[in-house]
């Protein structure tokens, strides 16, 4: 399997983006898909989560209101709209899928096997 992450870039402070994570190779089956992020020096920490089999959706409080994610089940594709985005949400974005069942938490890195290549999202001030 592999994830496709695309969609960061520079975005003034109350601006959006969207970001895109595409899996080839396999569909997403009936776990959690989710998107974390990393600024520098910083842990990986996890963002938003959305079930793919029902569609079930999980935000960390520091985004919710603000980001929402979504699939797209014909093209095998999570998205992440990021809106009202601040200075502190600057990082790497990452996409993370699991290959099956995993005794972790789906907020813990360890839940998933499968990482996107990660997208730069800058927010300036």
């Known amino acids: 399997v592999q994830l496709q992450a695309s969609g960061g870039g520079l975005v003034q402070a109350g601006g959006s983006l969207r970001l895109s994570c595409a899996a080839s190779g396999r569909t997403f089956s009936s776990y959690i898909v989710g998107w974390f992020r990393q600024a520098p020096g910083k842990e990986r920490v996890f963002v938003a989560g959305i079930n793919w089999s029902d569609g079930t959706t999980y935000y960390a409080d520091s985004v919710k209101g603000r980001f929402t994610i979504s699939r797209d089940n014909a093209k095998n594709t999570v998205y992440l709209q990021m809106n009202s985005l601040k200075p502190e949400d600057t990082a790497e974005y990452y996409c993370?899928?699991?290959?099956?069942?995993?005794?972790?938490?789906?907020?813990?890195?360890?839940?998933?096997?499968?990482w996107g290549q990660g997208t730069l999202v800058t927010v300036s001030s």
């Open positions: 993370a899928a699991p290959k099956g069942y995993r005794p972790y938490h789906y907020t813990d890195p360890r839940y998933y096997d499968y």
